[in-house]
């Protein structure tokens, strides 16, 4: 694809970063690169601000390209998808999944693009969710009657139900450190639930699950002791807004809270009311076994209010109301033994930090910040906070969102 004039000056806006080098507690300076969204296009960039380039591949009438896993080699899973089937007058519900996509294998090196999982379809919306260690993955199936996991070959062939459908939506997937059990959230007629299990979906256990909590998104920690995941109490928060962070033992055993007062921001939603966005915001964990997470100032109130009494057709339902908005959100690191809390960022007046990000070293965390109503920034900092560094405000100051790194060979 060839790029004109007024993409060229925004991708020239784009790469120019501030002037300031950041440093790791050792004096470091970052190393390594990572993936960005910017005006709907997948970006690639260095952590020391250089290497900007749009990911550009050549497959015909895909819309939109995002990576969703990696191989051991570096090699990165993607997802490619035709222009979106749902809009005005067509409920997201209803038309989304009949946008068809496709899976890919990309070396971000030199260039090779395979298509994978185009043998044996069993419909035209497939996403990713897990590549597992015995060269196969996990993709979810969406078709008119609901949503299901299958574990499948890379070519597609010998796709085995890993939930079944009627269950739920499930997502959320995420390895134990050993590749041998799976946690995920399953959206269940009976709510959000958090399930571990193989990875052939046997041996199921209930980690949470309770008709007055969300439970979403668990995370292995790295010693495969625990997981960690958000509750949101959706009855009296039916934005989902606000969430508070569990810790848990794989069996179900052991759960306690590590946050109380629904403190970290689940639906991160930005932007101003021509430039809206969103995306459910998760924590993470640190190599040495912490949590980071988007921790809200007290009292903060976000811009974008949620309508609860209209139906919502286009997974979003809110209203901009940036005069009532209030406060902030921080980067935080969580002590999962005694829940203390480490501010990792801090802004004054208070911005709105998330999508923290850590890099494969341990040495730097990437996060968006935006402004009330203001759409975001990239941001890269040392693991301790220190050295805040703005990277991009995206392509001609559109907005940077969903950080992600590409694991270091």
Known sequence: ???????????????????????????????????????????????????LRRLELDAPNQATWQPCGFFPDGRVLMLSMEPRRDGPGKPFDQYYHKTPTRLWIHNLDTGALEEIAAKDR?????????LLRDGRMLVQVVRDGGGQTYNMNLDGTDAREFTRMGEGLPYGFSLSPDGKRVAYHLASPSGYQVWTCDTEGGGRTLVAGHPDHLYFCPCWSP???????????????????WADL??????????RPLTEGQALWFAATYGPANNRGGGSNTPVWTRDGAVLCARRLPGSRVPWEYQAQRPDTDHFNRDFKPEQARGGVEIC?????????????????????FRQCKSPDGKWILFCRAETGGSPALWLAAADGSSPRMLTRGV??????????????
């Open 396 to 409: 001609e100051d559109s907005g940077a969102d969903h950080p992600r790194w590409v694991p270091q060979g």
């Open 1 to 51: 694809m060839r790029t004109n004039r007024r993409e060229f000056l925004g991708l020239a806006a784009l790469a120019l970063a501030a002037p300031v080098v950041a440093r790791a507690a050792d004096g470091a300076k970052p190393a390594g690169r990572f993936f960005f969204v910017s005006r709907g296009a997948t970006f690639v960039m260095n952590a020391d601000g250089t290497g």
């Open 246 to 255: 569990c810790l848990c033992r794989p069996d179900g055993s052991g759960m």
């Open 333 to 353: 690191r969580i002590s999962p033994h005694d829940g203390a809390v480490t501010r990792l960022t801090s802004s004054d007046p208070p911005v709105w930090d």
């Open 223 to 241: 010693d495969g002791e625990w997981l960690a995941f958000q509750n949101c109490l959706y009855k009296t928060d039916p934005g989902h807004d």
């Open 122 to 130: 069993l419909a035209v919306f497939y996403t990713p969710q897990l």
